[in-house]
C-alpha cells in the first residue's frame, strides 16, 4: 500500500484453522471472526480481515455437505475417505506430494532450520537476561559506569556470563566487581 492510498484498497485477509478441537466450545463446524471496535462495539467497522476456524468434529450449524466431507477427509486421510471427484483429485496431490522427496527433503530442512533459529534465538535470550540481571545487581550498589555496562552487554559467552551474574551477587561494591572481572 502506498504512502497516502485510502484503506478500501487493501485487499481482502482471511485465515483459516482446521482444527481437530473445538475452540469455542459450542461444537459449530465452522466460526467467522471479524474485527471491531471494542470500546463501541456497534460501530460499523469493516477492514476485510477474517479468522476462520474449521472444527473437524463440529456438529451445530448448517455448513454445506462438500464442507463436512472435506474436513472428514482432512483429519481421515485416505483413498476411502476422498467420495468425491474434487477429494479425489486432492487425495491424488497429497499423495503425490508424499511420495515426492525433494517435497519432503524441503520441508525437513526448513523445520530444521525453524528449529535452530529457535534454539539460537533461547540462547540470545539466556545471555541477554544474564546481562540485564548482572546489570541490574551492580545498580543497586549504585551507578554503574557506561563503559562496564558496555563490557557486560558485549560478552556474549553464556558461562562467562553466569560467572559475572555470581560475582555481581557476592560484589560489595561496583569497584570491587570491575577489579574481579
Request: hydrophobic share 35%; proline share 3%.
Amino acid at each position: 500500500m502506498q504512502a497516502g492510498e485510502k484503506y478500501n484498497v487493501l485487499r481482502n485477509v482471511i485465515v483459516i484453522f482446521v482444527t481437530t478441537y473445538d475452540p469455542f466450545g459450542l461444537e459449530r463446524m465452522v466460526y467467522t471472526v471479524k474485527s471491531g471496535c471494542i470500546e463501541v462495539s456497534e460501530l460499523p467497522y469493516e477492514d476485510g480481515a477474517r479468522t476462520i476456524f474449521l472444527y473437524t468434529k463440529g456438529t451445530e450449524g448448517n455448513p454445506p455437505e462438500d464442507l463436512r466431507e472435506l474436513l472428514y477427509y482432512m483429519e481421515h486421510t485416505s483413498k476411502e475417505n476422498a467420495k468425491t471427484e474434487n477429494l479425489q483429485r486432492l487425495h491424488e496431490m497429497v499423495t503425490a506430494v508424499k511420495r515426492d522427496g525433494k517435497v519432503g527433503l524441503a520441508y525437513m530442512k526448513s523445520y530444521e532450520i525453524e528449529k535452530l533459529r529457535w534454539r539460537e534465538g533461547l540462547a540470545e535470550g539466556k545471555t541477554a537476561g544474564l546481562a540485564e540481571a548482572v546489570l541490574d545487581l551492580l545498580g543497586s550498589l549504585g551507578g554503574v559506569p557506561s563503559s562496564l555496562q558496555e563490557t557486560i552487554t558485549a560478552q556474549k559467552d553464556e558461562e562467562t556470563r553466569r560467572a559475572g551474574l555470581k560475582l555481581a551477587a557476592k560484589a560489595e561494591s561496583i569497584e570491587d566487581f570491575a577489579k574481579q572481572i
